[in-house]
């Protein structure tokens, strides 16, 4: 194995592949480099432009800490974590549509009861949201395990706040028996994805805006059924037809109705797909 | 742009990068979100394993940093270092190959005078290597920057050494009017590339081992040439044929030669491609 080219260098890397002893990882692998090496051919990439591509995951890198994720905005960004979602979500009519997590989803937010309010400071426009948990066949699903986070009224999720030491926007609760739930919170608005880091350059360099349509984040976990991890979108967003991270369903399209009492109040019904058993 | 599924996805990020001012930015992101999504569908991506590339590619991150650069190392170990100089190097014949650069160089590396001992402590059985730089007409190439580096015999580079405040291995010098350097320095050995970060554990998950022949770098710099990037290879090296990073060219291989005296000597020759006028 001397003198590779540019013609046999793959089938060289292949082979050395050959003994990956899980064939999962096996098939990934060869799939992996041979779309590197077909991009890198491709475009006849240069020298200063392949260290240009190590600088930018060098950085991208030193962005990610506890409260940053900067690779999964770039797979976001890229279409990539949206694509993931497609190949691994294609449900049957009738259950709601799952779409990206985001980087922004925190283990083990704060547990509250129904009614709570889960803004819990965070600046913002009151609101109520109501909703239930059913499984495809019309069942009530009692006792899930509602994840919700969101960002506030000015753009920010609770982690994006320095020397903010408590939780704000996000909390679990449970579906109660007859699989309703119901929370108050703040009215979402878009907001631009963090843009100070190697993603924002790359958004500029490419002329795109960094806005995402306003959302709530959920995850919903239940026994017996599929997990479901999407958002709710707010009706009338200017983004929702550009959102930076190619998420939007029109399923997933609610309103935040302002009623005769001046209050808000957004209900949205959730639908599971019971794994197969 | 709503709705989007896995078949019409790739389209929706291009049309997105469609404002690209820079073309040759276009194209290459153009590229690189066909393939990466083309790879995403022919594996079937799922969201657990996209978790794990999220989670490999941070930590591939945060091993950077100024004495290590794990960015560099998976590429080389994925072929697309070696890749990246075979389609930028197609050098005419009888010019000195190129072969990859690696993640051990280093800026401003001490500028010596010939006969210098570049080991400068380094441990390993002493040689006396001696070179020429010549131009593809066979013109002597007087004054060009000879940088050199290498590992020890203990298979480590200098930045490699916790705590070692001063070059070994390494140094800058140039070529005399007649075009010839001369320098003292260790044998070379071969050596493991770093394997107790991410990139190790690839190897580890697919069972290659992380061995590089024994060699020297050189980057050879000249007003009027192509700098070259190459490394000298020693002649019966047991990785020769299955370097880790695929680096081996044939022209490349030379032979530490053990004299009468018992001094260890190599000799050899480079020959620079002009730059086209």
């Not at 930018?56 to 949206?82: N, P, V, W, Y």
Request: hydrophobic share 40%; glycine share 8%; charged share 25%.
């Amino acid at each position: 194995m001397r003198n590779l080219d540019q013609y046999n260098i793959t089938q060289a890397v292949l082979a050395r592949l050959s003994q990956t002893p899980d064939p999962r990882l096996k098939q990934i692998m060869t799939s992996l480099v041979q779309h590197l090496h077909a991009f890198a051919r491709e475009v006849k990439l240069t020298e200063a432009e392949w260290m240009a591509g190590i600088e930018f995951l060098t950085a991208t890198g030193h962005k990610c800490d506890d409260q940053r994720q900067e690779f999964i905005l770039l797979s976001d960004t890229l279409g990539l974590s949206m694509l993931t979602v497609a190949l691994n979500n294609d449900k049957p009519a009738g259950c709601t549509e799952a779409t990206v997590f985001g980087p922004f989803h925190v283990e083990d937010a704060p547990r509250v009861e129904h009614g709570a309010d889960v803004a819990n400071g965070a600046p913002g426009e009151p609101c109520q949201v109501r909703g239930s948990v059913r499984g495809l066949g019309g069942e009530a699903v009692a006792g899930a395990e509602i994840d919700v986070w969101q960002a506030d009224a000015d753009g920010l999720y609770d982690v994006q706040r320095e020397g903010l030491e408590h939780a704000q926007g996000r909390a679990v609760l449970r579906s109660g028996p007859d699989g309703r739930f119901h929370f108050r919170s703040v009215v979402a608005e878009p907001y631009p994805i963090p843009d100070d880091g190697p993603v924002g350059d790359m958004l500029r360099a490419t002329k795109r805006h960094p806005w995402r349509p306003a959302h709530l984040h959920f995850m919903i976990r239940a026994p017996g059924y599929e997990t479901l991890v999407t958002h709710v979108f707010r009706d009338g967003d200017p983004y929702l037809d550009s959102d930076a991270v190619f998420g939007v369903r029109q399923s997933l399209v609610a309103d935040w109705v302002k009623q005769p009492d001046g209050s808000t109040t957004l209900d949205f019904d959730f639908v599971l797909n019971p794994v197969k058993p």
